[in-house]
């Protein structure tokens, strides 16, 4: 039962630092960015090529999976996604699923279609024992990992000069330009860190969640639901919704495998159908 | 008014183009008799994106999860097929109350919230349809795909033929009946007020349009035309697998109706003529890796214009509309 709560827990941790930067593009600057799986992907193969090809250590190997994806984040959007934050939803969602197509059939290309694996370090692999059950080290790792993350963000976001020129950007950027701030460049920076955040999630989840050329479509869902559950208000909304979302995933392909990935869909729709606006989301 | 619209095409000329464009889709029936699996194919998808347009073009609602009504149909189809009875058009009829139930049901979650949660529950409908066919094993036959369906003859008469003749004859007959339908619908009152929904939802309500009662019969509308076409996929293809319901079937066929155009119901028709012949071509260069090109082919779509692109082109073809349309291509956020 515990090792379930744990494990569940790490793999909602897991999709909150995947789906975090989405929840900055997709709630705040109102951009469908359906590719946001293909940075993570993007930063999982990474991963995978620094540690078996290059022989990076693991641990180096993340900040470095971090810093790559958040690179060609900041790639992409001063070169294309800019021009986009204006257009209609529809233009937005067939610009990011032809980046994702685009990913994938690289990735294919490079790589090969066969799952990934990343070969975890000594110290991470195996078990302990944590109040009488065995607990996964790589599943504390990633708790601790992302929990750090986590009050980071919180903290930079509420905290610090850069939140709030963002939080204003973000609410109305025609003022925050006549006050100083550069929109443009809180936007690409946001962008960039998001797409990091997704690449360090993909690193960090590869072992537990499978890497394959098909990883942006297969967890798009996963993503948009944590993003849409957990509104936009603040990262305690999405943190919570991809806590529940691992949760309950882990536990109901454990304890009624037969309907499988079936109950956070259902769980989805039924929260959608609640509360449209997400479930932590404060009224507008 | 139609006439600004056409590009000084007058109208005779324009049903001149209409019927050289249907007589040519017959003809070929003659004229590439061995490409008539690959023109089914192109009658089915065209259909698909048809239902789309419906939705998209006319109504202003973006979904990503169309093929849960067009996997719905197939599914339908199949089953009655292997339980009930081979008549393929008995068949037909039997998906489209199940599709229209569906889609009246789910249009209840569809038209709740923004732009975004639509997506978010579109997919999520797909996802779950797929998920249920994936589990219900015994009935579906899962991941194998529902197997060994037999079609009988076409109103007893022609039977299903090994080039196809009769498939795509009996898709292009379903949906030329499907598309004179569709025009009808969108030029009648019940059409324009659905334009005008999507052009603004607020001074529709305003000047007295039931908007939430009208994209409700829509979205019903579309779902039937979605789940016929998967009826005919599965009856002509004689199978049905899991990848009906596929996520990158909604993609794809969201990639089918911009390609020609949304919003003139010939969008999807061109569309999926376009989209198959590129994706028989490139598939013949890159087998593995097609896919990179179709996401090119939407990244520049989409970083050209999308109007731009359809408008060179298919400004001659676009006269073809019936009504006066185009004004406002892309659905409005909200």
Redesign the interface.
């Known amino acids: 039962m515990l090792t379930i709560v744990i494990d569940g827990i790490a793999y909602g941790m897991v999709l909150f630092i995947l789906a975090v930067g989405l929840s900055v593009t ?1 709630g705040l600057m109102n951009f ?1 960015n359906l590719a946001h799986g293909a940075f993570a992907m993007a930063g999982g193969y990474a991963t995978v090529v620094l540690t078996s090809r290059a022989g990076v250590p693991f641990f180096a190997a993340l900040p470095l999976a971090f810093l790559a994806t958040a690179l060609a984040g900041i790639v992409l959007e001063r070169t ?1 996604y800019r ?2 934050y204006d ?5 937005q ?3 990011s ?10 990735i ?2 490079l790589m090969g ?1 066969q799952q990934q694996f990343v070969v975890l370090p000594e110290a991470l692999s195996g078990r302990i024992e944590l109040l009488g059950v065995a607990v996964g080290r790589y599943r504390l790792f990633i708790i601790a990992v992302c929990g750090v993350v986590v009050l980071a963000l919180q903290s930079i976001l509420s905290g610090s000069r850069f939140g709030s020129q963002l939080r204003a950007s973000v609410d109305d950027a025609r003022v925050a330009r006549g006050l100083g701030i550069r929109v443009n460049r809180v936007f690409a920076l946001t962008f960039a860190v998001g797409s990091g955040l997704a690449g360090l999630g993909g690193a960090l989840g590869a072992e537990i969640l499978g890497l394959d050329p098909s990883f942006p ?1 297969k967890f ?2 996963y993503f ?2 944590v993003v ?1 559950v957990g509104g936009t208000s603040s990262v305690a909304g999405p943190f919570l919704a991809a806590l529940l979302l691992g949760i309950a995933d882990v536990a109901g392909k454990y304890y009624v495998p ?5 109950i956070i ?2 769980l ?2 039924v929260v ?2 609640i509360r ?2 997400g479930l932590f989301a404060r009224g507008r | 008014m139609a006439d600004a619209h056409s590009g000084g095409i007058g109208r005779h000329a324009r049903l001149a183009l209409e019927v050289a464009f249907w007589a040519l889709a017959f003809g070929a029936l003659y004229l590439i008799p061995r490409k008539l699996l690959i023109l089914n194919e192109i009658a089915i998808l065209g259909l698909f994106a048809l239902s789309l347009d419906l939705l998209l073009g006319y109504a202003g609602l973006l979904s990503l999860g169309h093929a849960a009504f067009l996997g719905l149909g197939a599914y339908t189809a199949g089953l009655f097929a292997l339980h009930v009875s081979s008549d393929p058009l008995l068949g037909l009829a039997a998906a489209i109350p199940v599709a229209a139930v569906a889609g009246l049901l789910s249009s209840f979650l569809v038209l709740r919230g923004s732009d975004l949660t639509r997506l978010m529950v579109t997919v999520g409908l797909a996802t779950v349809f797929g998920e249920i066919a994936n589990k219900a094993a015994s009935i579906t036959g899962g991941a194998d795909g529902l197997q060994g369906i037999a079609m009988g003859p076409l109103l007893g008469v022609w039977t299903f033929d090994l080039f196809g003749r009769t498939a795509y004859l009996y898709s292009l007959i379903t949906l030329l009946v499907l598309f004179l339908a569709a025009r009808r619908l969108v030029a009648s009152p019940f059409g324009l007020s659905l334009r005008a929904i999507r052009d603004n939802p607020l001074r529709a309500r305003a000047v007295g349009v039931p908007v939430t009662r009208r994209l409700i019969a829509i979205h019903t509308i579309a779902a039937v035309y979605a789940g016929i076409a998967g009826a005919l996929l599965a009856q002509t293809t004689q199978f049905v697998s899991l990848d009906v319901l596929a996520l990158h079937r909604s993609a794809d066929v969201l990639l089918v109706l911009v390609i020609g155009g949304t919003g003139w119901l010939y969008g999807g028709l061109v569309g999926a003529l376009v989209f198959t012949l590129l994706q028989d071509a490139l598939a013949g260069l890159t087998p593995q890796y097609w896919h990179f090109w179709v996401g090119l082919l939407l990244v520049m779509l989409v970083l050209v214009g999308r109007d731009r692109i359809t408008r060179g082109p298919l400004a001659l073809l676009r006269g073809l509309a019936s009504g006066p349309e185009r004004k406002n291509p892309a659905p409005e956020a909200g």
């Open positions: 997709l469908v294309l021009r986009l257009r209609p939803h529809l233009d969602v067939l610009f699923i032809g980046l994702v197509y685009m990913a994938m059939a690289s294919d290309w279609s479509l798009m869902i948009l639901i849409t037969q309907f499988g990935a079936f869909y259902v989805m729709i959608l159908l449209p606006q």
